[in-house]
C-alpha cells in the first residue's frame, strides 16, 4: 500500500471517529463473507458502522486524535473492526445476543475494548456492564420522571384530600 494511500485512510479513520459519541473495538476474525456481511446488516439496522481497520493505521488514527487512546494500544493485536455508534450501548447488546445464538459456533464478534461515554473499557469483563449503560434519551426520561413522581402525589393527595375533607363537612352539616 502506497504512503498517500495510508495516510488517506487515517485521516478517513480520524473523520469516522470524530463523527461517533461511542466505538467499540471487536475481533470479527475467522468470519467468512456470508458471516460478515450479515454482520453488517445487523449492525446497519442497530445504527451501528462496523469498519474493519488494520490495527497499526487505527493506532495512527488515536495518536492524531485530541482523546489520549494509548490506553487502548494493548488491545490493537489480531484482526480489528471498528463498531461506530451514537447510542453506547447498541453494540454491546448486539455482541451479547450474538454470542448467544447457536449458529454462532465462532462466538464472533469478540469484544475487545470500548470507547464509552469519555471513559475507556478493556476487556471482555466490562461488556455486562457496557449493556446496562443507558442512553442520553433514557437518563433524560428517567430524570424527567423522577422530577414529576412527587408533583404528582402532592396533586394526588390534595384531590383525594379533598375529597375526603368534603365528605366529613357534608357528614357533620347532616348532623
Given at each position: 500500500m502506497k504512503k498517500e494511500d495510508k495516510s488517506d485512510i487515517i485521516k478517513q479513520l480520524e473523520s469516522t471517529l470524530g463523527e461517533y459519541a461511542h466505538f467499540y473495538l471487536t475481533d470479527i476474525g475467522g468470519m467468512n463473507a456470508a458471516q460478515t456481511s450479515e454482520l453488517r446488516r445487523v449492525c446497519y439496522k442497530e445504527?451501528?458502522?462496523?469498519?474493519?481497520?488494520?490495527?497499526?493505521?487505527?493506532?495512527?488514527?488515536?495518536e492524531n486524535s485530541q482523546v489520549d487512546f494509548s490506553e487502548m494500544y494493548g488491545t490493537l493485536k489480531g484482526e480489528t473492526s471498528l463498531m461506530l455508534t451514537n447510542n453506547a450501548n447498541a453494540p454491546a447488546k448486539l455482541i451479547v445476543d450474538l454470542s448467544k445464538q447457536k449458529s454462532?459456533?465462532?462466538?464472533?464478534?469478540?469484544?475487545?475494548?470500548a470507547y464509552v461515554q469519555e471513559s475507556f473499557y478493556i476487556g471482555e469483563n466490562y461488556l455486562e456492564a457496557l449493556v446496562n449503560v443507558k442512553s442520553k434519551n433514557e437518563l433524560i426520561g428517567e430524570i424527567i420522571g423522577l422530577l414529576q413522581s412527587p408533583?404528582?402525589?402532592?396533586?394526588?393527595?390534595?384531590?383525594?384530600?379533598?375529597?375526603?375533607i368534603h365528605g366529613v363537612l357534608q357528614t357533620l352539616a347532616e348532623r
Open positions: 445504527g451501528i458502522k462496523l469498519v474493519v481497520v488494520k490495527n497499526k493505521l487505527l493506532k495512527q488514527a488515536f454462532n459456533t465462532l462466538k464472533k464478534p469478540a469484544f475487545k475494548a408533583a404528582k402525589n402532592v396533586i394526588s393527595a390534595l384531590q383525594s384530600g379533598g375529597n375526603t
